[in-house]
Nanobody, 115 residues
Framework: QVQLVESGGGLVQAGGSLRLSCAAS????????MGWYRQAPGNERELVAR???????DYADAVRGRFRISRNNARNRWFLQMDSLKPEDTAVYYC?????????WGQGTQVTVSA
């Protein structure tokens, strides 16, 4: 199992930037896929960006070209650089780690983009 802790959310004006961080602890070598999801009020949780097991990166169409996911060499920290933020990016952002044995979520961090 792994434990995840996010940081870096906050309030920003439209057009601004934020960088989210996720720190994983525990059996991090077992992580197969890692990434970021978000959930806005009244909406279902949705994919933002993720690394899949072969290292391929998936981005949601709504963020492609504005957001960038990255990770450290140890693969126990990953990041989401969010540029050109829009009010519709306002949501709670969750980091996620998956393996064949678990699907683990962080506690979430609020991102609010004002118009």
């Amino acid at each position: 199992q792994v434990q995840l802790v996010e940081s870096g959310g906050g309030l920003v004006q439209a057009g601004g930037s934020l960088r989210l961080s996720c720190a994983a602890s525990g059996s991090t070598a077992s992580i197969g896929a890692m990434g970021w999801y978000r959930q806005a009020p009244g909406n279902e949780r949705e994919l933002v960006a993720r690394y899949v097991i072969d290292g391929t990166i998936d981005y949601a169409d709504a963020v492609r070209g504005r957001f960038r996911i990255s990770r450290n060499n140890a693969r126990n920290r990953w990041f989401l650089q969010m540029d050109s933020l829009k009010p519709e990016d306002t949501a709670v952002y969750y980091c996620n780690a998956r393996s064949r044995w678990y699907n683990t979520w962080g506690q979430g961090t609020q991102v609010t983009v004002s118009a």
